[in-house]
């Protein structure tokens, strides 16, 4: 956990780019990949899974894409993890190697308190703080771009 997987950090930048330059419309995979670099492969697998797990949505048609299903600042960075994570362990990876004592009891349960206390980190940061910090360093949103005011 302490290094996070390609999987994981494209997730995380996948969420943030759809809340940092979504406007009024959904954002194309496509774009996402001009944007960020991600391969399309990783790309459309972890869009599916954060829809499945409602942070999310998925809209059809020719000019549909992806938006949050929540307000940004309701959705955290430990919610895109967690996702991600029980893709790549569905099991403990750990709980078949073999091991001495001070192994079992002492060095994983010390690691497993330290994951504890980076998921509540990162349940701590939500989507908009990072969208904040985005607009802050002047990365410029093209979420202006796809705003209409006619009426």
């Given at each position: ?7 994981m ?11 940092y330059?979504?406007g009024?419309?959904?954002v194309?995979s496509?774009?996402?990949t001009?944007?960020?670099g991600?391969p399309?492969r990783?790309?459309?697998q972890?869009l599916?899974?954060?829809v499945?797990?409602?942070?999310l ?25 967690r ?6 362990t569905?099991?403990d990876?750990?709980?078949?190697m ?9 060095i994983?349960?010390?690691w ?13 940061i ?14 410029p949103?093209?979420a202006h771009q796809?705003l209409?005011?006619?009426?």
């Amino acid at each position: 956990m302490l290094r996070p997987s390609k999987k994981m950090l494209f997730a995380i930048e996948a969420v943030l780019d759809i809340a940092y330059h979504a406007g009024g419309e959904p954002v194309q995979s496509r774009e996402i990949t001009r944007r960020q670099g991600i391969p399309r492969r990783y790309l459309e697998q972890t869009l599916q899974q954060m829809v499945r797990a409602g942070i999310l949505v998925g809209v059809r048609g020719p000019r549909g894409g992806y938006r949050l299903a929540r307000e940004r600042r309701r959705i955290s960075v430990g919610e895109v993890v967690r996702v991600v994570r029980a893709l790549e362990t569905a099991e403990d990876p750990y709980q078949d190697m073999p091991a001495s004592e001070l192994g079992k009891q002492v060095i994983r349960p010390m690691w497993g308190d330290l994951t504890e206390e980076i998921m509540a980190r990162l349940d701590a940061i939500s989507i908009d703080e990072l969208c904040m910090r985005a607009y802050k360093d002047g990365i410029p949103s093209e979420a202006h771009q796809k705003l209409d005011f006619i009426i």
